[in-house]
């Protein structure tokens, strides 16, 4: 007497039918990383702007300054009243700069955290309703099989 294989495939198909997965709690998301990465992103893209107009806006004033420290002057005392001019100028304009650098990254930190703060929030919400989904989905397909196998 030859005793047949279980056809262990067809049980788990079946009950992988019995438990459907939600392919939109998964479309949804991927579409809400797209759009935390893109706000992201977005916030990066507007420092790095805003920090290259400081860098470009630094470097004309340095190089106006330079080259009026560096015209002929008519006595040698000039050329250090010129440098120290220079020194001086360089040292308020870094102070200026550097402040303005500071804005830029306080912004930056302030949005991303707000950024963080809302995707928290709503990853937690979205979470909250797929379990429940999900819960509800299961309840119901074990229902259907304990139904089925009386």
């Known amino acids: 007497m030859a005793t047949k294989t279980p056809d262990f495939a067809k049980g788990f198909q079946d009950m992988m039918a019995a438990f459907p997965v939600d392919a939109s709690a998964f479309q949804n998301a991927f579409k809400t990383q797209a759009a935390f990465g893109e706000k992201l992103t977005k916030v990066a893209l507007e420092a790095a702007e805003k920090s290259t ?3 470009s806006k630094w470097a004309k004033d340095a190089i106006a300054k330079l080259s009026v420290a560096a015209k002929a002057k008519a006595e040698p005392a000039d050329y250090t009243k010129a440098a120290t001019d220079f020194a001086s100028a360089a040292a308020e304009m870094a102070a ?4 303005a650098f500071a804005e830029v990254a306080k912004k930056v930190q302030t949005e991303t955290v707000e950024i963080l703060l809302a995707a928290g929030k709503e990853a937690s919400t979205e979470a909250t309703a797929a379990v429940k989904k999900a819960t509800e989905e299961v309840t119901t397909a074990a229902k259907k099989a304990a139904a089925a196998a009386k």
């Open 96 to 99: 200026e700069n550097l402040a």
């Open 53 to 55: 107009e400081i860098s």
